[in-house]
């Protein structure tokens, strides 16, 4: 049997741009009297040019998007009208969105600022043991979450796999930083059962979200916490160590405590050069006391005379690690607008 040729990128973005167009062909076109009263929803889940909405009694319907709606998340508050017949699996139509208060979004290359989800109290940044923990990619989000105002928890998956008493050890340095920081760190593992009991009482009366890159468990997590979803997983990629993605759209769920909890998309690298540099500067909050004191007024803390930050590091104030981090998301605000992409 022959290969199958790999498709470029060009080819991707084609295939999906004519089948966004097939969709629109087929998109319902509801007249007024077609349709009942408007009500009160909730986006479960957005599928290109639908989405999914809950009603007040619970029940799920997919509807289209007026053109009018200019954005739409899993999390936003809508008005929308039930049609009075199904027409092509889809029921109704969504007309307006309330206002957000709060946002998750990423930069794309192709799509400029993308939001993720909506109306969101926290947080979880999952990272794990395997396939890396990734540092850097924790403090890029808790950058998004600072400038947001949404809390974060940052959670350390699969404590149960053994690694090298000095891995565990940088690991363990790193948490402990976060946590003298002033982040609650929360260890877990879905095998053994640690720290779930911890996730779940957070979780009550809370919207909140899962992040992480590719593989980290972030489905494994829901599924256990909520085991009668049975969400597909998936096993970390024995030949290249990269995550195997489940999740292909952030899609909320309701706990039985009240809460609610929206599983989103793995990323190998969450981008943010979409920020100005004082943007990031607020990010990072163990910082804030020494911004302003550099000798001078453009200083872009690294090997500038007289930089507040600098010192502050030499003389054991603020934490190098975490330091070299924030030089290094710097430096990516002019770099490769592809690598926050989607993989």
Known sequence: MAKRKKLTKGQNRRIKANL?????????????????????????????????????????????????????????????????ETQHSVSGVIEAVHERKSELSRPDVYDGLKPIAANIDQIFIVSSILPVFNPDIIDRYLVATELTGIKPVIVLNKVDLTTSEDEQQLIDEQLKLYQDIGYQVIRVSSKSGDGIEQIRERLVQRTSIFVGQSGVGKSTLVNTLMPELDLLTKQVSDNSGLGQHTTTVARLYHLENSGSLIDSPGIREFGLWHLTPDQVDAGFIEFQPFFGHCKFRDCKHQSDPGCALVAAVDEGQINPVRFASYQRILASLDGNKLTSRFQ
């Open 20 to 84: 966004s167009s097939k969709l629109k062909n087929e998109k319902v076109n509801w007249q007024d009297d077609e349709l009942g009263a408007q009500q009160a929803g909730l986006v479960i889940s957005r599928f290109g040019q639908h989405a999914d909405v809950e009603d007040q009694q619970g029940n799920i319907y997919r509807c289209n998007i007026r053109r009018t709606v200019k954005s739409l998340v899993c999390g936003d508050e809508v008005v929308w009208r039930l049609g009075k």
